[in-house]
Each structure stands twice: as structure tokens, then as C-alpha cells.
């Protein structure tokens, strides 16, 4: 009887949601706020409470669901979506997984999805519905890669999580090891929660590489960190864009102290030269997350999200040109404008998209900084 | 039965209708619940009717959906060979786990399963053929003559023809003869031991075949998704298909199709509303779902299956056709001697039980085993029938031993038992627990019974439990509820059991106790035709009058030990058994009556 | 694998394996008392540990909600009770320490976070707050289910895993923290440096263990519990009531739990979801014990974290999957060696 009287409900909520889908836009969003990767994905859902209530000066509804870090769980919130919710367009999840899932869901409906996490690369006809935020992880770590090559690292051991992000981070150093002339010695792999890594770094040090890299985010990461510096590990030790926020330095105390990474420029902004092209916007970012959410709250995951609903708000302003939210043609539309934004400014660099490039950062996305004093700096 | 068939034909359209009439999104999860309904029906009949608990179901899953998406896309074959593939490995990794951990104690296995399915996980994660972490992607769909079967609707057809297949066979199933036996594991594997039903090799069997079912859902799984992560198979999975099971509960089959829905749309209903009381990020849906777990399994630890089943109208049985009995062994002619007890011995850490016990019984008598309470005849009863291995001695039945048998072999070779303390299983009928005692007059698999190719055989069983019951006249009560029997009846229906297995030797266990006169006058009926009828019966009980008056020949134990044996009068004017029963009193009076208890 | 390597793992699988030994105690003594194998002992650790950080940083830790809502709980079923026991008397009482102590401990770790104290005042005060969880969530969840068979049990535990672990993220957030050590010494010793926190684990984990067969052989609460251990309905006979068994148990658990918890929270990072993988672990060790004998099942535990430094060390990603899959051929050993399988029936 209940279920009759919530599809009876259901079917009035369609009908209301149809009636008035010609008055907003709605935006699926599925952030893994829970499980594993809920580390990340709160950052990532905070951002939301700060987007502006427009879409291209259309209103705009932010519907969004927990995936608890599991991939089948997000495709059927991105079926939900596209199916229940007859959403414009969908972001998420801060898994890679649980993206690479969705974008099947997004091929399927023909829904334009705005990934929230770097995906390797994708078939066709699911890359041209998919558009990703951050930087895609070659080109962060390509950062490393050149400073360790400035450095004349020659061997570098790696350490990194015994999951998805583990496996992404290696393979960027790994790819980027022979144009930048070193050789990865080890590879390590360690647990979110393992309460000590010192076989791996042991490991590590018996190899004694110039450099490690860890492939790990958050205060996680803190672990091999404090470990290799326990063990008396004195090279330098680089990180990824996950690991740039402020648990990662309270976790890891003075071990911290000169680990170096690849980062979007929000979260050194006030440091960054006037004439740096995201500087005003990631100020302005930062002030808003840090008035809401504390004081050195600061995180590039949230950034992610604003640079996505940035990347949305202009493609909306072209799409709603040529159709009615809520339409199949608007999808489309959307679609399109995204794949032809061109100089939106977002937290974290400067998006130019194009049919070959679905993320369209380049160079100017990434800075280097490293833990001085218990504050991330721009490392210069 | 005409309701239920109404109801049956009107579920039957309802589901075939369904994604015609509903929204895509309530299809997509009419998916996911086929898919958890059938994980959490080899839940229910493992864990709710076996009561064998495991939390790695989702170990299962993940072997056969990694199985079927490995092979289709690295291989490139076809989803149906996938099939045959993810079933072959789910049968044998749970070959493997079941026999290491089936013969501990339940939570050893319970462990166990937690374990591997953490073990599991990160092998998955770990295995570059199966994409690490990121698993599989581009899984191919089923696809029927050429036809892919690759949207909601079309895989929602694919997924609730197998699920509704495997409700309606293990619905079968534990119909059957296999299925009493399964229904007898969970309180009384010791009863269906005596019976002669192999616990263990069927409690691997229940194991396995839940796997299976679990298997299946791993293949439908991977080509309906079309990806395979090792996330969907981490140990909180495990656990959601167990809670699944619990909230469905355990009596029904359907406990699972109620279970698998209920925990399902739940998710969906609290994902889409607990944001709106917090904006704070939680796990608050799984606070929600322990709660609601430790509020059912405080108020209703059956599970919603049996409250929704009493909702429903209930079809009345038929009584089973009159069928000829199948073949018998000729009973060995009176005076043959069935039963040897020589020497024998048990000690419990340093108390002795039994003490250098002899004595023998024939086909065609009936032997009294008497004695004061803890003087260790209950003790005899299980060496003899194999439920405790004896330290000392030796048994033997029609000749050859039987001291180290287990009592399923024992029950084989012709001896019977009934249990002092009733071992009935108490929310089956009363017919079906005779049947049980027929478990090895019969020998039909798992797959005859889920099919009901085995109608010819269970017609025959269920005929001679109906026969066996209406000799010790409970023959109008065959479908109640054997729990609902007042307690005389019970042992009768006890008795029952031990003659639907067609003995030659029957131990009985203080039938008597509980009877009311008449009751009492037409057992001793009972047991003087089956004496007639070449039976040997050991005999304990309480009631000297009924004992006297019916034993052939008697043995009184004390402290474990004989004490005496012979003619009901000679050990009447014993003074050592006067002695013992009534503690050295003057010997006159006790002659007369010597009935020092009643009950135990 | 050179010497000194074996030696820096040995102390390192010495240190979380003297912490899992600690767990294996605990899970070992709620088991032989009240037959729950509980799961949610690694809950105690990570409430202990991430409140004793949320202190450190200068803030209430949410443990408190958890408490006063726990001992809410129990006031009204307790309450209840005695009204349908016509014992209104009983009220007060009920109030007092249900109501009011949760609500004094509250405002003591409130306090508590708003001053500087030194580390022994926190650790008391994370004490205060996590040793009452253990007594509150056996009257809610366990008490009234106490004849239940082990199974059902079981299942209760993962539903209060859920509950507690599900609270761990709300109140602690996803962050893991870790706290200040007691001291930060280092020893050399030969070719190895020993930091004071490892031997601080090693050394509180001993006391613990002598404290605990002290308290078995020489009490006579410990020796009621021995007795409930070995014979349930034979102690309840002699007077001694399985409620009240069961609650020492369970403080008694939930202390080891939280002083687990603050020893390790210096060197390992604790996050709201350690517990389950840090109970497992203490679960494998008891198994590996044979589940019976407290000397060996924290022998068993030692040996899970040497087994987990050394993988480790060798093939590092497939750490767990060496692990877990280890209790496979020891329950296949034991399989063996009982003759005949086990027949047994569960309690109805």
C-alpha cells in the first residue's frame, strides 16, 4: 500500500518537476560523502552551500546524493538523475571509479556529466559527453617530474594507497620517468587506516632513491611521510594534488615540514604574483569556503567543484540560447557550449575546451608548494 | 489453495508488467533489488533455515562478476560461457572455504567469512589482469539469438526470470526431503544425525549452493552494470546482504524478495531525505540501518517475512495419498541377537559416566534399561546410538561394530532413536518432521528436488510418515505445527520419526513420561506389535509399573555401572537394586513399590 | 633482507601487534563471558583515539553527544522498567547516574578542551568519556537479547559496528588525527632506534595483560566471570546474575579499548572507520589462539602484526589478502584435528 501511495506520489512530483522545468535547471550531483573516500568527498559537497543560485542567470537546483565511495552506487545515482530527476547535466563523484561509472550513465542518456575527478581516458562516445574539472594527474605530476629533474634526481621510490588513486598517481610518475631521466625503484602500496607503514618505507630506504613520491591524499598521507623521515629518510619527499590540504600538515606535525606538491594556485592565492590569472578568483573562493567552513579550511578538492559549476554557468549562458532546460535539446546544447568554453576562469586555472580536450587546463593550473613553518606555500 | 494461486498468477503479472508501467528509475532499482534478492535468498536458507551465518557473500558476487567480465572482455567470449565460468568458480572457492570452516563451530565460519571477504577485496584491487582498483570496464551484455539485452527494461526481464526461477526452486527445495533435513540443521543437526542425514556434507551443500545463487547475481551483476570494481564487493556488502536477510527473515523464501526490497528502497528513500535534516555529512544511513537491525532483532528477531505472511491466506494441505511401501529388508527372526553392548566406558573430564557396561538385546524383545537418575542411561543411549564416541568397549549391531560410527551410519545399519528431551523441529508439521526420520528410504538430489522431479519418492515418504504417525495415533494431527503438540504428543511424535525410518532396532527414551493413562495403554500397545513384528527395543524409562509390565528382560544401572539384570521379577526382589533405589530403607516395603520417581 | 632490516620489523610488528594483542584480550573476555564476538571493540579505540586529538586541537569531542545520548537511552529503559516495576523509587537513581553522570562527564570534556592540560588529565578525561560506552551499549543492544544464540549476537554486533561507526564520521568528521606522544624519545639500541611510544605500547600493553590475570586469579569479580565463563547457567544458579557479568565485561573491554586507543592514536593515524580492520586483526589473532587461552591469543595477535610487518615489507599491496587469508589453513588445521565434525545445536 505504501509503495502505491509513493508511486502516486512520484508520478505527482513528475509532473510538478516537468511543470516546472521550464523555470529552473537541475544538476545531479553524486559526491562519495561517506565510505572510504569521505575524506574528500565533504570538501567537495561543502563547495555547494557557497555556488551562486544561478546557472547562466537561470535558477538552478543542486540535487546531491551520497554514493558512500562505491562506483555501482553512483551510476544508479546518475540514473536516478537522468531518469527520476530528468537532470541537465551531472557531476561527481571524487572517485575515479565511481566517475568512470557515471560516464557510461551520461553516454547512455545523453547527459552532459562534469567529472569531478580525473578519468584515463575514455571510448568516444562516453568522452563526448564528459567533461573533466581538475588537472588531469600527468600534468601535475609533470610538475614533480620537472623539479626532481632540476634537482638531478635520478631514482625515485614510490609509495602510494592501495586503491585507484594509488594506482593513477604511479602511472603518471611512471609514464613521465623516462622524458625526465629517472627510475622508479619501488612500489609500495599502503591502506587509508594502516596504522604503520614501516615495512614499505624500509623497503624504500634499503633501495635509497634520491626522491620519493607518495600517492596518497589528505592526512593519510602524512603516514609514509612521518615514517621515511622516522627512518631517517633525508631526500626530498613529493606528494600529489590530493594531499594539499591542512589535516595533511596537523597529522603529519613537524615530519611535514618540506613536502613538496602539485596543486591548483587557491590554496596559496594570497601569494601569488597580481598578474596571475586565477588570483582574484581563487581569493575570492578561498574567503567565501574559509568564512563558511574555518580558517585554513582551504582545499582544492572544494575548488573543483566551484571551477564545475563555473564551467557550467558559461556553457548555460550559450545553451539556454537555443533550448528550454529540462529538454532533450538543451542537454545537447549544453553539451556543446561545454565542449566550447573558451577562458573560464576557475580556482584553479583557465579552462579552453575543445572536441580533443574535454579538460582544457594547461600549464598555468599548477603550481608547486611545499610545508613551511606548518602553512602550504608557493614553492618558488 | 485457489487464493494463493490467484495471488501467485496476480504477482506473476504485476512483475511482468511492471517496467511497462513504472518509471526507468523504479525499473533500475526493481534491478538492483532481483539482483540483492537473489544474494539474500542463499542467505536465508544458509543463515535464517541452516543457521549457518556468513558475511561474504559479496566475495562470491565479486568472483563470478570478475569472472564473467574477464573472460567476455579480455577474452572475448561469449556472456553465456561467462555464465558457466562464474559459476564453476563460485562452486569451487566455496568447495574450498566451506570444507576448511563447515566442520568448526558456527562463528568460526562466520569469522572466516569476514576474512576472506576482506582477503578478497584486495586481491581484487591488486590483480592487473582484473584492472586493479578501477576494475573492468566495457563489460559486453547478454545478448539472447542476437538480441543484446542492454537497457534497464530489457535487463530488468533478464534478471527477474532467473531470481523469480531460483524463488520458486528453493521454494521446492525446502519442500523436499533435502529441505526438511536443511530445515533440521540450524536446532537439530544432533536429531537429524540420528536419522541418518549427513549434517556436514549438507550444510556444504546449503553453503555451496547459496554461493551459486550468489554467483548468479555476480554474472548478472557484471553484464546488467556493465563494469566490475572490487568496491561493490567490500565486507560492508557482506553485511548488507545478511542484514537483508534478518529484516526479510528466515521461515519463507520470500524473506528475501521482502528483505532485499525493504533494505533497498529504504536507501534510496534515506539517501534522498536524511540531507534534508543535516546539512552536517554523515553516515547517518547506516546509524539508520543499525538501529532499525538492533530494533528488529529485539522485537522481531523472525524477520517481516512472517508478519506479512500471516497477512496472506493460507492453502490448506491434503492429507498424502495412501502409496504402497517401499521394499524392506526382511526382519531378522526372533531371538536373533540384534544389539551387543560389551565393556563399554565413557568418562566426562574426571567423572565417570559409564562403567564396563554389558549386556545384549534380540530381535523380538523388548529391554528394559532402568536406574536411578544420573545413574548414566541417557549416557548408554548416546554411546550406543553415536551421538557421544565411547572411550572403552564396543558395540555391536547384527554383529559388526558400531562403537565408532558416527550415529548417521548407525541410523543406516537399522537402529532408531528418540530423544529423552524432544528434538522436534518445532515450527515444522508434525508430518514433516516424521518425514525425516524416512530421510534415507529416500535418495533424490537437490536439483530433482528444486525442479519437483522427485514427486514419485517424496509421495512415498510423505506416505509411510502418515502411516507411522497414525500408529501412535496422531494421525489427525499431521499439519499442525509440532511445537504446538502438548508434550505427550510430542514424544509420540518422536516415536513416530524413529518408525518412519523402518528399524530394527528402536531406543526409546522415556516415552512414556507426560501420558495420560489411555496414552500410556496404547503405547505399550504400540511397542508390543512392534515386538511382534521382530523389533528389538531398548527401553528407557521412569514407570516401573509400564516398564515391568511390558520389558521382557531388564538391566538396572547406578553410578554408570550394572547393577543387575534379568526377569522384570527377579529384579524386583534384587536386594542391591532395592538398595540403590531406596537408599538402604527397609527392603519390604520397597518391593512392592518400586517406582521411586516420576519424570526427570 | 639484511639483519637490521629483520630487526626494525620485528619491533614494528612487536608495536601493532601488542596493540591487537590488547584488542584479542579484550574480544577473547566479552566472548568466554557473554558468548558476543564483538565486532565494535575497534570503535572503542578510534573514539578514544580521534577524542583524545579533537582535545589536543581544543575542541569537545563529539564522544559526548554519543554518551549523553546513550545514557538518555538507557535512563528511559531503565525508567520504564521500574515504573512496571512499581519501583518509582528507583527514579532518582536512574536519573542520577544515567542523566546526570553523562551529562558531569560532558561538561568535564568540555572544560577539559577549552584548557591546556597536560596529556595523563586528557587521557583521564577520554577514559571518562569512552569507558561508560561500553556498560550503555550492552543494557541497549546486547541485555535484552542475552539468551540469544552466539549467531544472532554476532549479527547485533555488526548492527552496533553500523550505529558506532556511522556516529564516528558525524561527530569526528573523515580526517584521521593523531596525537601528541607521551614522550619523544628515541633509544638507540644497536642498529635500531626505538622511539619511547612504541615502548610505552609494548609496556601498557604488558601491564594490561598482567593487571587482567591479576584480576581474573586474585578477585573475586574476576573469578565470578571465570566462572560464568565456563559454566553460564551454573554461575547464575550460585547467584552470581549474568547482567552484571556482562557489564564488567564490558567495562572492562571498553577501558582496554580506550587505552588502546590513546597509545597508539601518537604513532598510527586513527580514522572514524580504524576500528573495524584494527578489531578483525585482534579477531584473527584470538583465532589464532585458538580462541580459548588469553596467553595465546595475544601470542596470536603478536604474531598478526609480525605477519603484517613482514608482508609489509615484501609484497606490500597484498598485505590484508596475506592476513585474513591466514586463518584459512589454521581453521583447516583445526578441522582436522577434531575427528569428528562438529554436530551441535544452536540454542532456540
Known amino acids: 500500500m505504501r509503495t502505491h501511495a509513493r508511486l502516486a506520489a512520484l508520478a505527482v512530483t513528475c509532473a510538478v518537476a516537468a511543470a516546472a522545468a521550464h523555470a529552473e535547471i537541475t544538476i545531479g550531483v553524486t559526491l562519495g560523502t561517506t565510505g572510504p573516500g569521505s575524506s574528500l568527498g565533504i570538501p567537495y559537497k561543502n563547495a555547494f552551500q557557497l555556488v551562486p543560485k544561478t546557472l547562466g542567470g537561470e535558477p538552478v537546483r543542486y540535487i546531491i546524493l551520497d554514493d558512500e565511495s562505491k562506483p555501482d552506487n553512483a551510476a544508479k545515482n546518475a540514473r536516478k538523475f537522468v531518469t527520476e530527476d530528468k537532470v541537465d547535466a551531472i557531476m561527481g563523484s571524487n572517485g575515479v571509479p565511481s566517475a568512470v561509472a557515471m560516464t557510461q550513465v551520461a553516454a547512455e542518456s545523453a547527459t552532459p556529466m562534469v567529472s569531478l575527478t580525473p578519468v584515463p581516458p575514455l571510448a568516444p562516445e562516453r568522452n563526448r559527453w564528459t567533461f573533466v574539472v581538475p588537472q588531469p594527474t600527468q600534468l601535475m605530476m609533470s610538475a614533480v617530474a620537472q623539479h626532481m629533474k632540476a634537482r638531478g634526481v635520478k631514482t625515485v621510490g614510490f609509495i602510494g594507497f592501495s586503491d585507484t588513486w594509488g594506482d593513477l598517481v604511479y602511472n603518471a610518475v611512471n609514464a613521465l620517468s623516462a622524458s625526465n631521466g629517472y627510475k622508479l625503484v619501488t612500489n609500495e602500496r599502503f591502506g587509508r587506516a594502516d596504522p604503520s607503514v614501516t615495512g614499505q618505507v624500509l623497503k624504500i630506504t634499503a633501495a635509497a632513491p634520491d626522491a620519493v613520491v607518495v600517492g596518497g591524499s589528505g592526512s593519510p598521507a602524512a603516514t609514509p611521510q612521518i615514517a621515511l623521515r622516522e627512518r631517517g629518510y633525508k631526500g626530498p619527499i613529493y606528494h600529489n594534488h590530493g594531499t594539499v590540504n591542512r589535516p595533511f600538515i596537523q597529522t603529519g606535525k613537524k615530519s611535514a615540514e618540506g613536502a613538496i606538491a602539485p596543486t591548483g594556485a587557491l590554496i596559496v592565492a594570497e601569494e601569488l604574483p597580481e598578474s596571475f590569472p586565477t588570483r582574484a578568483v581563487s581569493l575570492d573562493f578561498v574567503k567565501r569556503y574559509e568564512a563558511a567552513f574555518g580558517a585554513g579550511s582551504r582545499n582544492a578538492f572544494a575548488g573543483y567543484s566551484w571551477d564545475g559549476v563555473a564551467l557550467l554557468d558559461a556553457a548555460a549562458k550559450v545553451a539556454l540560447k537555443k533550448a528550454k532546460p529540462g529538454t532533450p535539446a538543451f542537454r545537447a546544447a549544453l553539451r556543446d557550449a561545454l565542449e566550447n568554453v573558451k577562458d573560464v576562469i576557475g580556482t584553479h586555472g583557465v579552462y579552453n575546451m575543445s572536441p580533443a580536450n574535454h579538460n582544457g587546463l594547461d600549464e598555468r593550473a599548477r603550481v608547486l608548494v611545499q610545508v613551511v613553518n606548518g602553512e602550504w606555500r608557493l614553492l618558488k | 489453495m485457489r487464493a494463493q494461486a490467484v495471488l501467485a498468477a496476480a504477482l506473476l503479472l504485476a512483475t511482468a508488467a511492471a517496467p511497462l508501467a513504472l518509471p526507468e528509475f523504479y525499473v533500475t532499482l526493481l534491478n538492483y533489488i532481483g539482483l540483492a534478492t537473489l544474494v539474500t535468498l542463499g542467505l536465508v536458507v544458509m543463515t535464517g533455515v541452516a543457521g549457518i551465518v556468513s558475511f561474504g557473500q559479496q566475495a562470491f558476487v565479486g568472483i563470478a562478476a570478475y569472472a564473467t567480465a574477464g573472460l567476455t572482455t579480455l577474452a572475448g567470449l561469449s556472456p553465456w560461457a561467462g555464465l558457466v565460468a562464474s559459476l564453476a568458480a563460485t562452486a569451487a572457492s566455496a568447495l574450498l572455504l566451506g570444507a576448511v570452516t563447515l566442520r568448526l563451530s558456527g562463528h568460526y565460519l562466520a569469522i572466516a567469512t569476514i576474512a576472506w571477504g576482506v582477503a578478497i577485496y584486495y586481491l581484487f584491487g591488486n590483480l592487473p589482469l582484473l584492472g586493479q582498483y578501477s576494475g573492468i570496464d566495457n563489460v559486453p551484455p547478454v545478448s539472447l539469438g542476437g538480441w543484446a539485452i542492454d537497457s534497464g527494461r530489457e535487463s530488468y526481464y533478464l534478471i527477474w526470470t532467473f531470481t523469480a526461477a531460483a524463488l520458486v526452486a528453493e521454494r521446492n527445495l525446502l519442500a523436499s526431503r533435502l529441505g526438511r533435513a536443511i530445515r533440521a540443521l540450524r536446532f537439530r543437526a544432533v536429531m537429524a544425525e540420528s536419522c541418518g542425514v549427513d549434517t556436514a556434507s549438507l550444510k556444504l551443500l546449503v553453503f555451496v549452493h547459496a554461493a551459486l545463487l550468489a554467483g548468479l547475481a555476480g554474472w548478472l551483476h557484471a553484464h546488467f552494470l556493465r563494469f566490475v570494481s572490487p568496491h561493490a564487493f567490500g565486507i560492508n556488502a557482506g553485511i548488507d546482504y545478511l542484514f537483508m536477510a534478518v529484516i526479510g527473515g528466515a521461515a519463507e523464501v520470500w524473506g528475501a524478495l521482502v528483505g532485499a526490497s525493504i533494505m533497498t528502497i529504504l536507501k534510496e528513500w534515506l539517501k534522498d531525505w536524511l540531507p534534508a535534516f543535516s546539512q552536517r555529512s554523515g553516515n547517518y544511513e547506516t546509524v539508520v540501518f543499525g538501529v532499525l537491525m538492533l530494533l528488529l532483532l529485539h522485537r522481531a528477531r523472525d524477520g517481516l517475512a512472517p508478519v506479512l505472511a500471516r497477512l496472506l491466506p493460507e492453502g490448506a494441505r491434503q492429507r498424502p495419498a495412501q502409496v504402497a511401501a517401499p521394499a524392506r529388508e526382511a526382519p531378522p527372526p526372533a531371538g536373533t541377537v540384534l544389539l551387543e553392548v560389551h565393556g563399554l566406558g565413557k568418562r566426562f573430564g574426571g567423572l565417570v559416566a559409564v562403567r564396563d557396561l554389558s549386556f545384549a538385546m534380540n530381535a523380538g524383545e523388548i529391554l528394559g534399561l532402568i536406574g536411578p537418575n544420573g545413574a548414566g542411561k541417557t549416557t548408554v543411549f548416546n554411546l550406543v546410538g553415536g551421538a557421544l564416541a565411547a572411550d572403552e568397549g564396543e558395540v555391536r549391531l547384527k554383529g559388526s561394530r558400531i562403537d565408532r560410527l558416527p550415529s548417521r551410519e548407525i541410523a543406516r545399519r537399522g537402529l532408531r532413536r528418540t530423544f529423552q528431551q524432544v528434538h522436534l523441529v518445532s515450527r515444522m508439521s508434525v508430518l514433516d518432521n516424521v518425514a525425516i526420520g524416512a530421510h534415507l528410504r529416500g535418495g533424490r538430489g537437490a536439483l530433482a528436488a528444486m525442479l519437483r522431479a522427485e514427486r514419485d519418492e517424496e509421495r512415498t515418504l510423505l506416505s509411510e510418515a502418515a502411516r507411522a504417525l497414525d500408529r501412535v495415533g496422531l494421525g489427525e494431527h499431521l499439519f499442525e505445527p509440532a511445537g504446538s503438540l502438548p508434550l505427550g504428543s510430542q514424544r509420540a511424535v518422536e516415536i513416530a520419526r524413529a518408525l518412519a525410518g523402518d528399524p530394527q532396532v528402536l531406543l526409546l527414551d522415556e516415552p512414556a513420561a507426560g501420558l495420560r493413562y489411555g496414552e500410556k495403554r496404547a503405547l505399550a500397545a504400540l511397542l508390543d506389535r512392534l515386538r511382534a513384528e521382530g523389533l528389538g527395543i531398548l527401553l528407557v524409562e521412569h514407570d516401573m509399573e509400564f516398564v515391568m509390565g511390558l520389558a521382557d528382560r531388564l538391566v538396572v544401572m547406578d553410578f554408570g555401572e550394572k547393577l543387575a539384570e534379568g526377569l522384570p521379577d527377579e529384579v524386583r526382589r534384587d536386594p542391591a537394586v532395592i538398595e540403590a533405589y531406596l537408599g538402604g530403607e527397609a527392603g519390604d516395603r520397597g518391593q512392592k513399590n518400586l517406582k521411586p520417581e516420576t519424570g526427570s | ?348
Not at chain 3, 575542541?59 to 559526548?64: D, E, I, K
Not at chain 3, 624519545?185 to 622511539?195: E, M, P, Y
Open chain 3, 1 to 348: 633482507m639484511s639483519a637490521d632490516i629483520v630487526l626494525w620489523l620485528v619491533q614494528d610488528g612487536i608495536t601493532t601487534g601488542a596493540i591487537y594483542a590488547l584488542l584479542a584480550l579484550a574480544l577473547l573476555l566479552v566472548f568466554a563471558v557473554t558468548r558476543i564476538i564483538f565486532v565494535p571493540q575497534g570503535e572503542f579505540v578510534s573514539y578514544a583515539a580521534l577524542s583524545l586529538g579533537m582535545l589536543q586541537t581544543g575542541q569537545t569531542p563529539g564522544t559526548v553527544w554519543v554518551l549523553i545520548a546513550g545514557g538518555a537511552i538507557v535512563a528511559v529503559l531503565e525508567g520504564a522498567s521500574a515504573l512496571a516495576r512499581r519501583e518509582p523509587a528507583r527514579l532518582a537513581r536512574i536519573l542520577a547516574v544515567y542523566v546526570a553522570g553523562p551529562l558531569a562527564i560532558a561538561a568535564l570534556a568540555r572544560w577539559g578542551a577549552a584548557h591546556a592540560l597536560g596529556l595523563w588529565a586528557q587521557m583521564a578525561i577520554v577514559a571518562a568519556l569512552v569507558v561508560p560506552l561500553g556498560p550503555l551499549l550492552y543494557r541497549i543492544a546486547y541485555r535484552p537479547l542475552a539468551d540469544a544464540s552466539v549467531l544472532v549476537l554476532f549479527i547485533v554486533s555488526m548492527a552496533a559496528h553500523y550505529v558506532l561507526s556511522g556516529l564516528g564520521l558525524v561527530i569526528f568528521g573523515g580526517e584521521g588525527l593523531r596525537t601528541n606522544p607521551i614522550s619523544e624519545a628515541r633509544f638507540d639500541v644497536g642498529v635500531l632506534k626505538i622511539g619511547a611510544q612504541s615502548v610505552w605500547v609494548a609496556g601498557a600493553s604488558l601491564v594490561c595483560m598482567i593487571a587482567l590475570w591479576l584480576f581474573f586469579e586474585h578477585t573475586l569479580v574476576g573469578k565470578a566471570l571465570r566462572a560464568t565463563a565456563i559454566n553460564r547457567v551454573g554461575a547464575r544458579l550460585a547467584g552470581i546474575p549474568a547482567g552484571l557479568t556482562g557489564s564488567i565485561a564490558f567495562v572492562l573491554a571498553a577501558a582496554i579499548g580506550a587505552a588502546s586507543g590513546v597509545l597508539i592514536s601518537p604513532i598510527a593515524t586513527i580514522y572514524y572507520d580504524s576500528g573495524l580492520m584494527i578489531s578483525l586483526k585482534g579477531f584473527v589473532g584470538a583465532i589464532l589462539g585458538g580462541m580459548a587461552s588469553y596467553p595465546l591469543a595475544a601470542l596470536g595477535a603478536l604474531g598478526v602484526g609480525l605477519i603484517e610487518s613482514f608482508s609489509s615489507f615484501w609484497a606490500s599491496a597484498l598485505k590484508e589478502t596475506i592476513v585474513f587469508t591466514l586463518i584459512i589453513p589454521v581453521l583447516l588445521w583445526r578441522s582436522l584435528a577434531s575427528r569428528h565434525p562438529a554436530v551441535e545445536d544452536e540454542e532456540e
